[in-house]
């Protein structure tokens, strides 16, 4: 059954949260008191610090609030291949084949219902954003919907029905690899060509929840001559835009071999990459390609959960970060949905890999997962909490069996590399408290959603 539509995270009166201890920027000192004051707009109209105790009428969160997380990469369909792909062995491209498995069962309807409960798990995670990487476009056999948009529109109800913002990544998906046109499963993917996959996502409008940005699948995916057609979509429109990049050494060799290139070398001779792109993964890099990404401002995703799940490797996230790329992190298929975890890979892989510790602080982790996340997906007037800002926080218990004992002033430190998405008390979006005390207050029961939902899925009932 569909759910029925929710109001949007916006214009839900003015309110008042008493913080007990704040990070107002993820890089920022630990406040203690603070009285934030919310708008009917959704926004923070005044912060009051050194308030000792919550004044009559202010909400209190107590633990440690930081800005809102913002997940930069997401397939919500790819929820339903936990559990189910994580035994015996094989590669990246095995695993794909999964994938494309579930992809082809799916319809607006149950796609919606999957994915409020995937977003509601992710608000129960502290996620107060999601970048949505959308190439399920169609049905299968590449058939269109009546409504062209009709899973683009679905993801973006799920959203506001699980009470987050969403950045619909619409991507352009039209080939197979280099010169190859769509595999049977793809169809459902591919609008033909760049012109066709622009027209329709045109059709695509921003509203109070949601903005629409676009993505290069990849370099397989799109072809060489149409990418300009994308990259120049985006611009036109001052939207993000998103590719994953040289995830695979597979396809940078394919890309060597059909252009003499490799695929950041492309990207950047087509005009894809500048300080409004960001490349997911950016695993499998020359130094050139570090000089090109990081002298362009494209920024670089990470997803280090994901890219472990599927021995992909550990990509060169400290020398793209001093070559000026902005780190943003994502889950991507899902596998764990807990940004903390995400932004502590970072630097644990990096020990791993250089046997030394301390590549970055806990606050510089927690940028990545708020602010430069929230960037990467249009909104760089998120990520901190201030005037004017947008209301959006998670508050994260200092007294659990994990982050009990250090003092909140070393909340920082307690939240980067001890705190999991079990951890998060509260999530605040646009001035609504969308879960309180661990419980969301809008999907009653994400789990047996997510339980249903995949289980059709697997039965072939969707």
Same mark, same amino acid.
């Given at each position: #059954?569909?759910?029925?539509?929710?109001? $949007?995270?916006?214009?839900?009166?003015?309110?008042?949260?008493?913080?007990?201890?704040?990070?107002?920027?993820?890089?920022?000192?630990?406040?203690?008191?603070?009285?934030?004051?919310?708008?009917?707009?959704?926004?923070?109209?005044?912060?009051?610090?050194?308030?000792?105790?919550?004044?009559?009428?202010?909400?209190?969160?107590?633990?440690?609030?930081? @800005?809102?997380?913002?997940?930069?990469?997401?397939?919500?369909?790819?929820?339903?291949?936990?559990?189910?792909?994580?035994?015996?062995?094989?590669?990246?491209?095995?695993?794909?084949?999964?994938?494309?498995?579930?992809?082809?069962?799916?319809?607006?309807?149950?796609?919606?219902?999957?994915?409020?409960?995937?977003?509601?798990?992710?608000?129960?995670?502290?996620?107060?954003?999601?970048?949505?990487?959308?190439?399920?476009?169609?049905? @299968?056999?590449?058939?269109?919907?009546?409504?062209?948009?009709?899973?683009?529109?679905?993801?973006?109800?799920?959203?506001?029905?699980?009470?987050?913002?969403?950045?619909?990544?619409?991507?352009?998906?039209? *080939?197979?690899?280099?010169?190859? @046109?769509?595999?049977?499963?793809?169809?459902?993917? *591919?609008?033909?060509?760049?012109?066709?996959?622009?027209?329709?996502?045109?059709?695509?409008?921003?509203?109070?929840?949601?903005?629409?940005?676009?993505?290069?699948?990849?370099?397989?995916?799109?072809?060489?001559?149409?990418?300009?057609?994308?990259?120049?979509?985006?611009?036109?429109?001052?939207?993000?835009?998103?590719?994953?990049?040289?995830?695979?050494?597979?396809?940078?060799?394919?890309?060597?071999?059909?252009?003499? $290139?490799?695929?950041?070398?492309?990207?950047?001779?087509?005009?894809?990459?500048?300080?409004?792109?960001?490349?997911?993964?950016?695993?499998?890099?020359? =130094?050139? =390609?570090?000089?090109?990404?990081?002298?362009?401002?494209?920024?670089?995703? #990470?997803?280090?959960?994901?890219?472990?799940?599927?021995?992909?490797?550990?990509?060169?996230? %400290?020398?793209?970060?001093?070559?000026?790329? @902005?780190?943003?992190?994502?889950?991507? *298929?899902?596998?764990?949905?807990?940004?903390?975890?995400?932004? $502590?890979?970072?630097?644990? =892989?990096?020990?791993?890999?250089?046997?030394?510790?301390?590549?970055? *602080?806990?606050?510089?982790?927690?940028?990545?997962?708020?602010?430069?996340?929230?960037?990467?997906?249009?909104? %760089?007037?998120?990520?901190?909490?201030? %005037?004017?800002?947008?209301?959006?926080?998670?508050?994260?218990?200092?007294?659990?069996?994990?982050?009990?004992?250090?003092?909140?002033?070393?909340?920082?430190?307690?939240?980067?590399?001890?705190?999991?998405?079990?951890?998060?008390?509260?999530?605040?979006?646009?001035?609504?408290?969308?879960?309180?005390?661990?419980?969301?207050?809008?999907?009653?029961?994400?789990?047996?959603?997510?339980?249903?939902?995949?289980?059709?899925?697997?039965?072939?009932?969707?």
């Amino acid at each position: #059954m569909t759910p029925s539509p929710a109001r $949007r995270p916006a214009g839900h009166g003015a309110r008042a949260y008493w913080l007990e201890h704040a990070l107002l920027t993820a890089d920022g000192p630990v406040r203690s008191g603070v009285l934030a004051e919310t708008g009917p707009d959704g926004r923070v109209t005044a912060l009051t610090e050194d308030t000792p105790a919550p004044p009559p009428g202010a909400e209190p969160l107590r633990g440690l609030t930081l @800005p809102g997380l913002a997940n930069a990469h997401s397939h919500a369909f790819h929820r339903a291949l936990r559990g189910v792909v994580q035994a015996g062995r094989g590669t990246f491209w095995t695993w794909r084949e999964v994938m494309y498995q579930v992809a082809g069962r799916l319809d607006p309807d149950s796609y919606l219902a999957l994915a409020r409960a995937v977003y509601a798990e992710m608000a129960l995670a502290g996620i107060t954003a999601v970048g949505e990487f959308h190439y399920l476009h169609h049905a @299968p056999g590449g058939v269109r919907y009546d409504d062209p948009n009709a899973m683009g529109e679905a993801l973006i109800e799920a959203a506001a029905q699980a009470g987050i913002r969403i950045t619909l990544l619409d991507t352009a998906y039209l *080939s197979s690899g280099f010169g190859e @046109p769509p595999t049977a499963p793809q169809l459902r993917f *591919s609008d033909g060509d760049a012109g066709t996959w622009a027209a329709r996502a045109a059709l695509l409008k921003d509203r109070e929840h949601a903005r629409i940005g676009a993505a290069v699948h990849s370099v397989r995916a799109v072809p060489a001559d149409q990418l300009e057609q994308v990259a120049r979509w985006a611009e036109e429109r001052g939207a993000p835009l998103h590719v994953h990049l040289s995830e695979q050494p597979a396809e940078n060799e394919a890309c060597l071999a059909a252009h003499g $290139r490799t695929p950041a070398r492309l990207l950047a001779d087509h005009g894809v990459l500048g300080p409004r792109t960001t490349g997911v993964h950016n695993t499998h890099l020359t =130094d050139e =390609d570090i000089a090109l990404i990081g002298g362009s401002g494209t920024g670089t995703c #990470m997803c280090p959960t994901t890219e472990r799940d599927l021995a992909d490797g550990i990509g060169p996230a %400290p020398a793209l970060q001093r070559a000026g790329s @902005p780190l943003s992190l994502g889950s991507d *298929s899902h596998a764990v949905i807990d940004l903390f975890e995400e932004a $502590r890979a970072l630097e644990l =892989d990096e020990r791993l890999r250089t046997r030394v510790r301390g590549h970055w *602080s806990a606050g510089a982790l927690l940028r990545a997962a708020t602010a430069d996340g929230h960037a990467a997906l249009g909104r %760089p007037e998120a990520g901190r909490l201030e %005037p004017g800002a947008p209301a959006d926080w998670t508050t994260v218990a200092l007294d659990t069996v994990r982050t009990a004992g250090p003092p909140p002033a070393r909340g920082a430190e307690t939240a980067a590399f001890a705190a999991t998405a079990a951890d998060v008390r509260h999530t605040v979006c646009a001035g609504r408290h969308v879960v309180r005390d661990g419980v969301h207050t809008l999907v009653p029961e994400p789990a047996r959603e997510l339980a249903s939902a995949v289980a059709d899925l697997h039965t072939g009932r969707a």
